[in-house]
């Protein structure tokens, strides 16, 4: 009886110390992506290749040592009100600075600023609601680029250096599903 009591003790103090931190996530793809959520965690569902963010649900991915990277995914929007994607960001524990961010709103279309500065923006662009949509970004130094389906969207080449983080969040009253993510390092070839 005395055994399992410390048994038992051993068990509780092992899952205190070594516990599930809810903020944190991996998705399971190729290669392993990591997530940390930097709101509240009830806006969050993790899934085995994906989360689901509601609306005000801040979710970032990173991929270890893969500071230029194709990363792809498919993106569900279900909702009023759009969603952001940090594109180059500056995170910690906690975000930084947002870097490079990418908006879908239904009013605004898509717009790509940079510390409130408007870089790029396209009001007749609208996310397609409640279907999945493949999205690639292709982040290689200075050069970035964004596809939604088969829409070029984004061709950034400026300052603002590549980061190994991406952060997705959810606007509003929208939801957002992030699917069968993959993280893949850039090959470059002798001559490239």
């Not at 110390?17 to 940390?36: H, M, N, W």
């Not at 509601?54 to 009100?81: A, C, P, R, W």
């Not at 070029?152 to 606007?171: E, H, I, N, R």
Request: glycine share 8%.
């Amino acid at each position: 009886m005395r055994m399992n009591k410390l048994l038992v003790s051993l068990f509780c103090f092992s899952l205190i110390v070594l516990g599930c931190d809810p903020e944190r996530f991996a998705i399971k793809s190729y290669q392993p992506i990591d997530c940390r959520i930097y709101s509240d965690f009830h806006l969050v569902h993790s899934f085995a290749d994906g989360f689901v963010v509601d609306g005000g649900g801040v979710v970032g991915m990173q991929s270890l040592y893969h500071t230029q990277y194709y990363f792809e995914t498919y993106i569900t929007h279900i909702g009023n009100s759009g969603f952001k994607i940090l594109l180059r960001p500056n995170v910690q524990e906690r975000i930084v600075d947002s870097g490079l961010v990418l908006s879908f709103t239904s009013p605004g279309g898509l717009r790509l600023d940079s510390a409130g500065k408007t870089i790029q923006q396209n009001t007749s662009f609208h996310f397609p609601d409640s279907t999945p949509v493949f999205v690639t970004i292709y982040n290689e130094e200075k050069f970035l680029q964004v596809t939604v389906g088969c829409d070029t969207v984004v061709k950034y080449f400026g300052a603002t250096l590549a980061s190994d983080d991406l952060v997705v969040q959810s606007l509003g009253d929208s939801r957002v599903r992030v699917q069968k993510a993959e993280w893949y390092k850039i090959k470059f070839h002798e001559g490239d």
